[in-house]
């Protein structure tokens, strides 16, 4: 492993002192941590029936990615990208399962993820 470290909270801190602005940690169906200095964000997975998880983390990069071009806070962006990977798993697959931008930003505002992040708080 990169840092030594075993749980997702001590490798998130491990890489922060590293220096990045900001560190996100995919954790599959529990979500991803995203840290920003001293605060820790957890942003749940959004909640799907998963059939195969091939391109998940493909797809949550690139929407990631996206999101910060467009100029979102590395939370917001890994809050839509976590809406964008989750359809992924529910075909089987790598690439025909990933959901156009319409479709993400229907789910992200149907799930109303807003008031289920949690920040400065450790998963349960």
Same mark, same amino acid.
């Given at each position: 492993?990169?840092?030594?470290?075993?749980?997702?909270e001590?490798v998130?801190? &491990?890489?922060? !002192? #590293?220096?990045?602005?900001?560190?996100?940690?995919?954790?599959?169906?529990?979500? *991803?941590? %995203?840290?920003?200095?001293a605060?820790?964000?957890?942003?749940?997975?959004?909640?799907v029936t998963?059939?195969?998880?091939?391109g998940?983390?493909d797809?949550f990069?690139? &929407?990631?990615? !996206? #999101?910060?071009?467009e100029?979102?806070?590395?939370?917001q962006?890994a809050r839509? *990208?976590a %809406?964008?990977a989750?359809?992924?798993?529910?075909?089987?697959?790598?690439?025909?399962?990933?959901?156009?931008?319409?479709?993400t930003?229907?789910?992200?505002?149907?799930?109303?993820?807003n008031s289920?992040?949690q920040?400065?708080?450790?998963?349960t």
């Open positions: 492993m990169l840092t030594g470290e075993q749980s997702p001590a998130l801190r &491990a890489l922060s !002192a #590293r220096g990045p602005k900001a560190v996100v940690l995919k954790l599959g169906e529990e979500g *991803a941590l %995203v840290s920003q200095g605060e820790v964000t957890h942003v749940p997975a959004y909640p998963a059939v195969d998880a091939s998940a983390g797809t990069d690139g &929407a990631f990615a !996206a #999101r910060l071009v100029g979102d806070a590395p939370v962006a839509y *990208a %809406v964008a989750a359809p992924t798993t529910t075909g089987h697959g790598a690439v025909r399962p990933i959901p156009e931008r319409p479709e930003v229907r789910h992200l505002t149907a799930a109303q993820l289920s992040i920040t400065g708080v450790s998963r």
